[in-house]
């Protein structure tokens, strides 16, 4: 996998406010100190038109005054709310390797006392272990995307990160360090991934990593823009397969998978069986709740 051109750039704003309550993860801020990801994954959705992010393909840009924003805004906040890593990019990609902004922005959270959520395909995250430990005192929470756990089949759909065995390993090492980790099961693209053996075999080696919980979506967010691309990639890597997504979905939004129900029956039962979480309990916890259902 090529590796894309790098771009230094300047921006106005770095940590910007979650509208409403975010049910899946409970983010209160969003970060993303990259724009573009090398990652590659050939289903991403940032490269929907109404984002507008030009050459996506081709070059991340670095926000290279990130830092020094995140470090003005951060003691204004009034809300100390949980700050979201990685939702239009990966914080972990080769450009972490060069910049190490992920890592200098976490010290800045934890010298602030934040909470954070990040989400990764990266065992890169383990390089920043002492200071998601710090940041534990609070809460630190690391969720790895894992859509198969056939890692000849991952490099088709994600070339550019890690295997999905490596992420597995990471997360082990994270909860064992006492670090909250679990597994974003997203998408599930259909006609490649709704198998149910696809969906044991990624519960099971969640079970086998120590993961806490496994958020799931079984199917695809496809759009203007994320399309075209998809579709191309899915002509050279899966021949007929975006003939099928045609005649199932014609321009849908959601793409589900086939069988859907029965794919959730069998994750609840398997769930359940091996005492996965499958959403996230709240942050701050609520004194008199109960605690979350596991399922
Ligand atoms: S890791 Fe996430 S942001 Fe990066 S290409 Fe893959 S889906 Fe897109």
Redesign the pocket.
Known sequence: MERLNYREVTVKGILNPVHGEDDWFGLSYNMNLYRG?????I?????SACYQIEN?DEEVLIKINALELLEDALPRKRKVGVIGF?????PY?YAEDQYGLTGKALEIVAKYRFPVHI????DRVLKDLATLKRINQVKARVSF?ITTTDDALAAKL?P??PPPSRRLAAMAQLAEAGIEAGVVMMPILPFIEDSPENIESIVLAAAAHRAAYIIPSFGVTVREGQREHFYHKLDEQFPGVRQQYERAFGTSYFCPARNARQLERLFTDLCARHKIATRLSPYPPKPDAEQPPLF
């Open positions: 990801c090398e990652h590659q994954c289903y991403c959705d940032t490269r996506f990685g939702s239009m990019n990966d990609t989400i990764t395909k990266s995307t994600e550019g990160a």
